[in-house]
């Protein structure tokens, strides 16, 4: 009897207190990752993937899509330059300069790479080799950093034990005198 008594006392201090205590909350937003993600069940995919994670400004995406052994090759101009930089580059590396360029973009603008004269293979059933022109223009607000640069690609995207596919390997090349991507990732990493 005590303990009944007891626990209405609870009832009407709670009542009377005026809280909230057995009111539904506010519902959660769903957990979901933001922007455009393709599965990267093909080569292609992965490509399409890396173009709308830099349209998106979107670092999380970017990262998803390189292999956990991912390698960066910069042009031969950026290796001379700089080669204690790009000795171990890796896929840590490679996340780290996409997010601080990301953060320097101006916050209504939009990155923007094209893709052209490209020529894509499968080396073998789990390699696939992309060789392509680009141009990325970045507007960002650094003045120590290129805001466009030109180049030669080479993309190798290898099918991953789980059966989906990653960038593995990126091969930079320059062409003619306009900053590479090598010179836009030196600029944002350093």
Known sequence: MRE??????????????????????????????SG????????????????????????GNYGRSLAEDFAFVPTASAQSRDPALWAGWNRAREEQYFTAMVAAVTPSATPQLQLSN???????????????????AVPHTRPDAPTIVEGRLVWEI?????????????????????????????????
């Open 4 to 33: 009944k008594l007891r626990y209405s006392w609870v009832l009407v201090l709670v009542g009377l207190l005026g809280c909230d205590l057995f009111a539904p909350r506010e519902p959660e937003a769903p957990v979901a990752e």
């Open 36 to 59: 455009t993600f393709l599965q990267p069940d093909t080569p292609e995919r992965v490509v399409e993937n890396l173009q709308a994670a830099i349209a998106e400004r979107n670092a």
């Open 118 to 136: 490209q020529t894509a293979s499968f080396e073998s059933e789990s390699r696939y080799v992309l060789e392509a022109t680009y141009r990325l």
């Open 158 to 190: 290898v099918q991953q034990p789980s059966g989906l596919w990653a960038l593995s390997r990126w091969t930079d090349r320059q062409q003619g005198e306009t900053p590479s991507w090598s010179d836009l990732k030196r600029a944002f990493v350093n």
